[in-house]
């Protein structure tokens, strides 16, 4: 079955950056969108941007530009989110989302990973 | 302060029918397809419509979606407990270049 295995909490100082992780299994790795979505405590969804996993090619939410960078490493099926320079506004839960492709359609969701950016 | 307009919070009693609407522009919603997702709490969100009016396989068929020019809306007909959660509908905007969600709905079953 699909499944989205995200990385643990991580704490971080304020300007520090951060690099979570999302392992993929059940499926074909390179088929498939992978976008990453955050939640701030008590807030909505944001959406953050995604990568396609076969070429690496990513997309970010303006907001985001030159703060985020998503790689991934095909051979582990895992991809990655690199958030930079960051703030206490950045404390949410990041969630790496299975897109179902050209759709928009977000099928799997992983647990997401909690990061906490505190002095 | 989203980009697609949702009412905050909703409620109804058990077996009663709820609609949720969603307001959004015609780079967004006018021109593109809509999903909706259901948030339990304390947990990921789960994907409720797709493409508009469409259910995922073991999604109820009471949970039901459709789009009218720049607004979308989901029913839930013969409310339940269970379906006490969280809202949220998305599409892709043209202009922002980026996906964007509503601001969440909250349903509360009376």
């Known amino acids: 079955q699909v499944q989205l295995v995200h990385s643990g909490a991580e704490v971080k100082r304020p300007g520090a950056s951060v690099k979570v992780s999302c392992k993929a299994s059940?499926?074909?790795?390179?088929?498939?969108?992978i976008h990453w979505v955050r939640q701030a405590p008590g807030q909505g969804l944001e959406w953050v941007g995604n990568?396609?996993?076969?070429?690496?090619?990513?997309l970010y939410a303006q907001k985001f530009q030159g703060r985020v960078t998503m790689t991934r490493d095909t051979s582990t099926s895992t991809v990655y989110m690199d958030l930079s320079s960051l703030r206490s506004e950045d404390t949410a839960l990041y969630y790496c989302?299975?897109?179902?492709?050209?759709?928009?359609?977000?099928?799997?969701w992983g647990q997401g990973t909690l990061v906490t950016v505190s002095s | 302060q989203s980009v697609l307009t949702q009412p905050p919070s909703a409620s109804g009693t058990p077996g009663q029918r709820v609609t949720i609407s969603c307001s959004g522009t015609n780079s967004n919603i006018g021109v593109n397809i809509v999903h909706w997702y259901q948030q339990l709490p304390g947990t990921a969100p789960k994907l409720l419509i797709f493409r508009d009016d469409q259910r995922p396989s073991g999604v109820p068929d009471r949970f039901s979606g459709s789009k009218s020019g720049t607004s979308a809306s989901l029913a839930i007909s013969g409310l339940q407990s269970e379906d006490e959660a969280d809202y949220y509908c998305a599409v892709w905007d043209n202009s922002l270049t980026s996906y964007v969600f509503g601001g969440a709905t909250k349903v509360t079953v009376l």
């Open positions: 989302v299975r897109e179902v492709p050209e759709s928009y359609t977000f099928d799997y």
């Open positions: 059940g499926y074909t790795f390179t088929d498939y969108y």
């Open positions: 990568i396609k996993p076969k070429s690496g090619s990513t």
